[in-house]
């Protein structure tokens, strides 16, 4: 039998989790639950909390989150059966028997531990002997302190195919060689897989020696720099991060990790203070060392180096994360300057450099597109449609709807804005372009805004609706730049679904040629006729003109999907209460954020009422300032 999920809950529910938290960590009551300062990170403020009528911990400092038996494994540094062992002792239960074909798998890898830590006692010897000293002699060249070499365990296996064998003699062969140690032949002999190289233990979780990297001295014909252990029963190099024992309790107080691409850019980076950084051992990134750093903070860093190799591992690495995306977790890049790597460039303009660097990394959403933008030249039409399928097949790997909706929005705004560029800024009632051709002022003729007035006169009016929908009719060349956004309004807001595809309609049917640029034969949304936004404005310059309409969109469009996230959250609760009250909480932030926009985009817009109520700013379709004043009073912005 082995620790069922049903076990642990019954575990979970006869022991009070705040009683075994009060054991280390002062917490008093406040409500249904407990507060107090968090013990993964410094604080004055508490941010800690636990609930248990839940039976979880949350930390809103750093993000530290689980239930009894991580706070066992996290907080008092069990290991998981130590863990469970201890609890069930507390709760009178009987931990069940292992099962044995899993017993003897255990077995098995507590031998090759044995193994391993042999190993790694011999290697260090060796490396503070006479035959390490051209090692020894290496690794202070680079820079490497004692400390730091004692920290990470540094040693050296001899040049000897026997050596490691004669060293341990209490260990069968057969073990050597599944611990990874030795390789067998065809013919049945065997040899060290590690010789005449600096050695490097790779570590799991707890901080057991389970795997081995080393590199040469010096470089040697069709011989591996680095080479590392292969796959045991141990090790399984897609599921270990090196370095991660270290970096887990110091991404605590960073509320970071930091992920490069090899083990000595790590230690360089911890020699120089940053203590929270991990590297994959060979590969790239797998989805379940993505979890692991998933698990660790929301946002890892992932550092590449300035070369093509760099930029090809952050694309591998970003093609991995993309269908893994998640509300609150997403991955930041940060690229070095060419041709250095962590260590050189700490080496050449210290750490500060480095700092500077990881508190300015790229989005994920930013890194593809700088990724894409700057893959090959752009200098035809034919490659700009390259450019735009090459966004759109990165954005349908996107598993979650939501993420993939923003994505596909974000990066077709700005390939929008790449391919059909702003044009030049006019005089009023001046000639220009659109689309490569002449045309007059975007104005409506009375006949068509007599139609709009018609088809706007049904369904719940919205005062920043309606003059965005105005904005685009007096700025038609940002229509398609917004389209995307357009058609998700039009998802959350059915009554203007027909207005808004009139709209688009309208951007593709302009007709250059008339007395009027916009001249349609069919209804459109009508504008607010009021001058209290800027983007209405004839006075406000186009560049200003076009930033203030395109937030009036982003706000439109992101507070309904947030409301209505919060409605399915709110919904999943009973099924899921700690995943829907956290979820709940992020998009109450979120909500915040957008309302807080909202108030400072209405403080604009009635500044901007005080200066335009005069007669000759009159709205043409013939509302008076004073009902436009007292529209813009008593209308909400959706």
């Avoid at 909390?49 to 008092?76: L, P, S």
Wanted: net charge neutral; hydrophobic share 40%; aromatic share 6%.
């Amino acid at each position: 039998m082995s620790i069922t999920p049903q076990w642990k809950d019954e575990l979970r529910a006869r022991i009070t989790l705040s009683s075994v938290v009060q054991r280390t960590t002062k917490i008093t009551k406040k409500g249904r639950e407990w507060a107090g300062c968090c013990p993964f990170h410094d604080e004055k403020t508490p941010s800690f909390y636990v609930n248990d009528q839940k039976q979880f911990y949350h930390c809103f400092g750093c993000g530290a989150h689980g239930d009894v038996i991580t706070w066992m494994i996290e907080q008092r540094g069990l290991g998981f059966m130590d863990a469970i062992k201890e609890l069930a002792a507390e709760a009178g239960m009987e931990v069940p028997a292992p099962d044995p074909a899993a017993a003897k798998k255990a077995e098995k890898r507590a031998e090759l531990v044995d193994v391993t830590t042999a190993a790694q006692n011999w290697f260090v010897e060796n490396l503070r002997g006479a035959e390490g000293r051209d090692a020894l002699d290496y690794l202070k060249r680079r820079g490497l302190t004692g400390e730091t070499l004692r920290e990470f365990g540094f040693g050296y296996a001899p040049e000897d195919k026997q050596a490691l064998a004669n060293a341990l003699p209490n260990f069968e062969p057969a073990m050597l060689a599944d611990s990874g140690m030795r390789i067998v032949t065809d013919d049945g002999s065997t040899y060290d897989r590690f010789r005449g190289r600096v050695m490097l233990p790779i570590q799991d979780a707890r901080g057991r020696v389970i795997a081995f990297g080393g590199r040469i001295l010096a470089k040697r014909e069709g011989v591996a720099k680095y080479l590392n252990s292969p796959d045991t029963p141990l090790f399984d190099k897609g599921r270990t991060l090196y370095n991660l024992h270290r970096a887990s309790p110091a991404s605590r107080q960073s509320g970071r990790v930091i992920v490069v691409e090899g083990y000595m850019d790590v230690v360089a980076l911890h020699q120089a203070g940053f203590e929270d950084a991990v590297a994959p051992l060979g590969t790239a990134l797998t989805e379940t060392q993505l979890q692991m750093l998933w698990r660790m903070v929301e946002v890892p860093i992932l550092c590449f180096d300035g070369d093509a190799a760099g930029q090809r591992a952050a694309m591998r690495a970003i093609g991995r994360a993309l269908p893994m995306l998640a509300p609150m977790r997403s991955l930041n890049i940060v690229r070095l300057p060419s041709g250095l790597d962590p260590d050189d460039l700490i080496k050449q303009q210290g750490a500060k450099a480095m700092e500077k660097l990881l508190a300015n990394p790229q989005s994920l959403l930013d890194a593809i597109w700088t990724a894409e933008r700057d893959a090959q030249p752009l200098n035809s039409p034919e490659a700009k449609a390259g450019l735009k399928a090459r966004l759109l097949a990165h954005v349908d790997t996107i598993q979650d709807q939501d993420i993939r909706a923003l994505y596909r929005r974000d990066l077709l705004d700005r390939f929008s804005a790449f391919a059909y560029p702003p044009r030049e800024p006019r005089k009023p009632g001046s000639a220009t372009s659109w689309r490569g051709r002449s045309i007059a002022p975007a104005r409506l003729s009375n006949d068509a805004r007599a139609i709009l007035v018609r088809v706007a006169s049904g369904g719940q009016q919205s005062s920043l609706r309606d003059a965005v929908m105005a904005g685009f009719l007096r700025h038609p060349d940002q229509i398609e730049q917004h389209q995307n956004a357009l058609l998700e309004l039009a998802r959350i807001d059915p009554q203007i679904t027909p207005a808004i595809e009139s709209l688009i309609e309208l951007s593709e049917t302009l007709d250059s040629r008339g007395e009027m640029a916009i001249s349609p034969t069919k209804g459109h949304i009508a504008p607010a006729d009021t001058h209290a936004y800027a983007f209405l404005r004839e006075s406000t310059p186009p560049a200003e003109a076009r930033d203030q309409l395109a937030e009036a969109v982003s706000l439109l469009v992101q507070k309904p999907a947030l409301e209505a996230a919060m409605a399915a959250t709110i919904a999943t609760f009973d099924e899921d209460p700690e995943g829907s009250f956290a979820e709940q909480e992020r998009l109450r932030t979120q909500l915040h954020s957008v309302n807080e926009r909202l108030k400072a985009f209405g403080r604009r817009k009635a500044g901007l009422a005080e200066e335009t109520t005069s007669a000759a700013d009159r709205p043409a379709s013939g509302i008076t300032p004073e009902k436009a004043e007292a529209s813009a009073t008593n209308r909400t912005m959706d």
